[in-house]
């Protein structure tokens, strides 16, 4: 059923390798596919939350899934490990972001950290995550702070925070099962 995702000339440059299990190569690039869609999707909305850190990251995060993917289907040992280094450093990473969103260790996620206190956004999923109902509310004070506008969220049916957990977490599943699966390719007789 995986064999779908790679072409006949992929499959036939897997199956003359001595060694190569192309149902291992299949599932790692499996997962590496899932992984960067993974990762895409949560670019868009830490760029539509202005979060600066994790888009970085994330940007990152998709060059280094793609050069993986290389190392895979071309099987160049090197570009694996470089890899393997950069998943245990993105696990970090979504660990980091979990405590962060959990308030965690002193963390607070009500700081300007993620967004390299730049500007005031957050989180998108703040504001718009499912069942959540948006109220722009007036100044209280007239003159105090122009143009911004404060914000009243109710009703969301998850908070933003564990929204983020969730992504977080998934990408280190994701990340995790990827690399075993591209190391276990390197290590079959």
Known sequence: MLAVLLSDEQKEHLASRPGCSIQFSTT??????????????????????FQW??????????IVVILGLFGTI????RYI????VWT??????????ICFYLEVGGLSKDTDLMTFNISVHRSWWREHGPGCVRRVLPPSAPGVMDDYTYVS???????????????SAVQILLSVSTA????SDQDSP
């Open 28 to 49: 790692s690039v499996y997962f590496g596919r899932l992984l960067k869609l993974s990762a895409l999707e949560r670019q868009i909305f830490d760029f539509l939350g």
């Open 53 to 62: 850190a994790p888009i970085l990251g994330n940007f990152l995060h998709i």
């Open 74 to 77: 071309q099987y160049r040992p």
């Open 81 to 84: 490990v470089v890899y393997t």
């Open 88 to 97: 245990a450093l993105w696990v970090t990473w979504n660990v980091f972001i």
């Open 153 to 167: 969220v109710t009703g969301c049916m998850v908070d933003f925070q564990y929204l983020e957990v969730i992504h």
């Open 180 to 183: 075993l699966a591209s190391l």
